[in-house]
């Protein structure tokens, strides 16, 4: 799967993906200072899933209908890293089974997936 990680998730999100052999553009690495509409045009024709804190993607996809391979909203409340990539690898077999084509929002407790319109062409 291929990921755009939003520049506001740590460094070690996008390493620990690389480490499983995922394609991961990070946008504190290459893209600082991009909007939130510049990476998502970027990820859609790239066919990326972004993993963002920024609700505002939310915004983009269902009030102003934008189109989206996908994205994974992390909405946890303890923001260390440690406990991040504790709870990504736990639903690690969901992410890659549903991120592509939701709106993926991942709590503590709980995963909530929305469909989005996928890329055209």
Same mark, same amino acid.
């Given at each position: 799967?291929?990921?755009?990680?939003?520049?506001?998730?740590?460094?070690?999100?996008?390493?620990?993906?690389?480490?499983?052999?995922?394609?991961?553009?990070?946008?504190?690495?290459? +893209?600082?200072?991009? *909007?939130?509409?510049?990476?998502?045009?970027? @990820? !859609?024709? =790239?066919?990326?899933?972004?993993?963002?804190? /920024?609700?505002?993607?939310?915004?983009?996809?269902?009030?102003?209908?934008?189109?989206?391979?996908?994205?994974?909203?992390?909405?946890?409340?303890?923001?260390?890293?440690?406990?991040? +990539?504790?709870?990504? *690898?736990?639903?690690?077999?969901?992410?890659? @089974? !549903?991120? =592509?084509?939701?709106?993926?929002?991942?709590? /503590?407790?709980?995963?909530?997936?929305?469909?989005?319109?996928?890329?055209?062409?």
């Amino acid at each position: 799967m291929n990921f755009l990680i939003d520049e506001n998730i740590h460094a070690d999100i996008a390493n620990w993906l690389r480490s499983m052999g995922q394609d991961v553009l990070y946008a504190a690495e290459n +893209l600082s200072g991009f *909007s939130d509409e510049q990476l998502l045009a970027l @990820a !859609r024709t =790239e066919k990326r899933v972004i993993i963002t804190d /920024d609700k505002d993607f939310g915004d983009l996809i269902f009030h102003r209908r934008e189109v989206s391979t996908g994205i994974i909203l992390l909405r946890l409340t303890d923001r260390s890293i440690e406990a991040r +990539l504790e709870r990504l *690898s736990r639903i690690w077999e969901t992410i890659q @089974a !549903r991120a =592509e084509g939701s709106f993926m929002v991942v709590s /503590d407790r709980k995963v909530r997936l929305r469909p989005i319109a996928p890329p055209r062409g």
